[in-house]
Structure formats: C-alpha cells, structure tokens
C-alpha cells in the first residue's frame, strides 16, 4: 500500500499565503510525477500543478507566478506554495502521485484525502 497524506490547508485572507505539504509513504519502489489537485464546489477536479522526476513542471496557466511545486525526492514530499490568494482559490486541494510499488513494480496513480483551503474575501 501507498499513503499520500496532505497537510497544510485552512483559512486565509484574501492576499495570503499557504503552503501545503503532501507525503507519500508505505511500500515505495520509485516516485515518478507527483502534483495537486483542487476541486470547488460544483466544478470538476482541476490540475493546479505537477512536477516529475526529472524537475520539469507544469502549472494550470491561471495559477503561474501565484503557485509554486517544490519537491524533496529525499523525503517523498512535493510541497505547494501559494501566494496572493484569491476567493476563488478555494477550494479542497488534492495531492496526486505515480507511484511504482515495492510488490507489484507496476505503476498506478495514488490520491490523497484533500486539504481545504478556503479563502476569505
């Protein structure tokens, strides 16, 4: 089994910043792309932004120069920072993963539970 677990989210002002951390444990063989998620009320599940193994990212285009993924292949962990919050960033953000396991050596995409970020006006 593989574990993402997101950390992170809560309420801010309009303006704000947050950053989220997300962890992937348990019977990791390699990580290939790891990325966040979010989906608002009523709307789909968006990409916010992705980064693989080999450092290339990429980032839904309203999000550039707001929204920045960092990862530490070390520790398994991609971070989200988020600058300049805007009400309608709000929103349950979702950590994601590609992840080969230990038993199977297969690659399956991997979820977290979802942080709610909500941004207050």
């Known amino acids: 089994q593989v574990q993402l677990v997101e950390s992170g989210g809560g309420l801010v002002q309009a303006g704000g910043s947050l950053r989220l951390s997300c962890v992937a444990s348990?019977?990791?063989?390699?990580?290939?792309?790891m990325g966040w998620y979010r989906q608002a009320p009523g709307k789909q599940r968006e990409l916010v932004a992705r980064t693989t193994n080999d450092g290339s990212t990429n980032y839904a285009d309203s999000l550039k120069g707001r929204f920045i993924i960092s990862r530490d292949n070390a520790k398994n962990t991609v971070y989200l920072q988020m600058n300049s919050l805007k009400p309608e960033d709000t929103a349950v953000y979702y950590c994601a993963a590609v992840v080969k396991d230990r038993i199977g050596l297969v690659w399956r995409d991997y979820w977290g539970q979802g942080t709610q970020v909500t941004v207050s006006s």
């Open positions: 348990g019977r990791i063989f390699s990580i290939n792309a």
